[in-house]
Nanobody
Framework: QVQLVESGGGLVQAGGSQRLSCAAS????????MGWYRQVPGKQRELVAE??????HYADSVKGRFTISRDNVKNTVYLQMDSLKSEDTAVYYC????????????????WGQGTQVTVSS
């Protein structure tokens, strides 16, 4: 089994910064794409940023303000959020594709439990 543990959410003032972390652990053979999504009540979950072995991709709304990175030794993905705006307020979920030691040939998608980020104006 695979567990994802998120940390780093909370309350921050507009213009401030916050860093989210998501650590994957358990029966992991390999990790492929890692990413962050966010969701506000009444809206669909949206992609914020994702990172593969060689590339990163950002939603237009966060380009130039957010930076995604990963530590392949620790199987951890980070989201550095700078110049935060009130519209960044949401529950943030990490998303990781894992090849498990169970013998599966496919990367399985896993979600973190979500962490609330609230930006006060």
């Amino acid at each position: 089994q695979v567990q994802l543990v998120e940390s780093g959410g909370g309350l921050v003032q507009a213009g401030g910064s916050q860093r989210l972390s998501c650590a994957a652990s358990g029966s992991i053979l390999s990790v492929n794409a890692m990413g962050w999504y966010r969701q506000v009540p009444g809206k669909q979950r949206e992609l914020v940023a994702e990172i593969t072995s060689g590339a990163t991709h950002y939603a237009d709304s966060v380009k130039g303000r957010f930076t995604i990175s990963r530590d392949n030794v620790k199987n951890t993905v980070y989201l550095q959020m700078d110049s935060l705006k009130s519209e960044d307020t949401a529950v943030y979920y990490c998303n990781v594709f894992v090849l498990e030691r169970s013998g599966s040939r496919y990367y399985a998608e896993h979600w973190g439990q979500g962490t609330q980020v609230t930006v006060s104006s």
